[in-house]
């Protein structure tokens, strides 16, 4: 069974960067990976989600142009470059994997990370 590790939430300022990496216990190399979040009360959200070959990659609305999703297979890590953090970020964020194209569609994921805990917060 494939074991995801999340690391890199922190608590960062407002405006601020973090770097978020996934790391798999197994290949991801036949794996598309996405990213959620989960906030307080809410639902978990997609967040961003790269292909296979990294060819596709998507992003939520909310994210766009501040994320910036990649991967390399070779380490078996998926990273999730977060830009500009806005307040509205905080979250408790997981990696997962599915087996065919990426989706931002949390139900077609299977194995999954504990999550990350990031706070936007002055």
């Known amino acids: 069974q494939l074991q995801l590790v999340e690391s890199g939430g922190g608590l960062v300022q407002p405006g601020g960067s973090l770097r978020l990496s996934c790391t798999a216990s197994g290949s991801l190399d036949y794996y598309a990976i996405g990213w959620f979040r989960q906030a307080p009360g809410k639902e978990r959200e997609g967040v961003s989600a790269?292909?296979?070959?990294?060819?596709?990659?998507l992003y939520a609305d909310s994210v766009k142009g501040r994320f910036t999703i990649s991967r390399d297979n070779a380490e078996k890590t998926v990273y999730l470059q977060m830009n500009n953090l806005k307040p509205e970020d905080t979250a408790v964020y997981y990696c997962?994997?599915?087996?065919?194209?990426?989706?931002?569609?949390?139900?077609?994921?299977?194995?999954w990370g504990q999550g990350t805990q990031v706070t936007v917060s002055s």
């Open positions: 997962a994997t599915v087996w065919g194209s990426a989706t931002l569609k949390a139900n077609f994921y299977d194995y």
């Open positions: 790269i292909s296979h070959n990294a060819g596709n990659t």
